[in-house]
């Protein structure tokens, strides 16, 4: 094709009519399907661990709508400290126990679970073997692991994985599917479903209220003023800062894609 037929075809209506197209919505699904996804394994009365419940906002919902009692779990005080005072707000006391530990040491909580929910932890876990050994030990024979997390594709590429790899809470291995699936076949675990999310969650965040356009404002911004955040802030929370706000954009260029597993214990 001669260079002036491409021009031609570049500002030609088929062009601007598939950016129309693209400017509709395909319905993404939102992060509450994890929740209604996570009812079909609760019934009334069940009891549900949330392994790395920071807030415990997820928690109180999957004890509210499935009227069952739950345990959170996580590392950070500050978290465990918000998660209270949120179940306290919600008049949920008597039925949300939290700890502040890792879910390796879910053992140590005395319990038994229906479900346990780790929802985006698994890539932020230094000993993934010790973390799954944790849940499969609380598990109900009949019980589910409901894990969401995220796992590298073909287009991460070294350059990427090196700027991810100065992320201050994230295990870069965490992140490789093969490690994953390992890790779940040696704690006991059988796949029972694989739902690969994609960008579906991000899609449908950006509709509403553009988060990635605010990270790449901020990575902007960052980059701009390097000099001056690094002498203030130091180098270290420069370089997570740049790579938290990548973590998003590169959900979106599929880079990273969002999967949630079901697992049973084999
Ligand atoms: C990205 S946040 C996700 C929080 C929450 N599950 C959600 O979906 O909003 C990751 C959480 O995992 C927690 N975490 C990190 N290592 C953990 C471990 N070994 N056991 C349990 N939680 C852990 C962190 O403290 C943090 O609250």
């Not at 390796?104 to 005395?110: I, S």
């Not at 690094?230 to 180098?235: C, L, P, T």
């Not at 998003?248 to 084999?266: I, S």
Request: glycine share 8%; proline share 5%.
């Amino acid at each position: 094709m001669e260079h002036a037929e491409q021009l031609a075809r570049v500002y030609g209506p088929t062009t601007w009519d598939l950016y129309a197209e693209l400017d509709r919505s395909l319905a993404p699904r939102g992060p509450d399907w994890l929740l209604t996804k996570a009812s079909e394994y609760l019934k009334p009365g069940d009891v549900v661990l949330d392994a790395g419940c920071r807030d415990a906002a997820h928690l109180i919902q999957l004890v509210r709508d499935n009227n069952v009692t739950g345990y959170g779990v996580d590392p950070v005080p500050l978290h465990i400290a918000r998660a209270q005072e949120a179940v306290d707000a919600a008049d949920l006391t008597g039925r949300i126990a939290l700890q502040c530990t890792g879910m390796e040491e879910a053992p140590a909580l005395g319990e038994q679970f229906d479900l346990v929910w780790c929802r985006d932890v698994l890539e932020q876990v230094a000993d993934l073997p010790g973390a799954l050994a944790g849940v499969s030990q609380v598990l109900k024979p009949a019980g589910h692991l409901l894990v969401f997390t995220q796992v590298a594709t073909e287009l991460l590429d070294a350059q990427d994985t090196a700027l991810l790899g100065a992320h201050l809470g994230n295990v870069l291995s965490n992140l490789d599917p093969h490690t994953l699936e390992t890790a779940f076949g040696q704690a006991g675990f059988a796949i029972e479903e694989k739902v690969v999310i994609g960008t579906e969650w991000r899609e449908y965040a950006e509709e509403r209220t553009q988060p990635v356009s605010r990270a790449l404002l901020r990575l902007a911004r960052l980059r701009r003023t390097r000099d001056q955040i690094v002498a203030v802030h130091g180098q270290d929370v420069y370089e997570h800062v740049e790579a938290n706000l990548h973590w998003e954009v590169f959900q979106f260029l599929g880079k990273l894609a969002p999967t949630v597993d079901v697992l049973r214990r084999r």
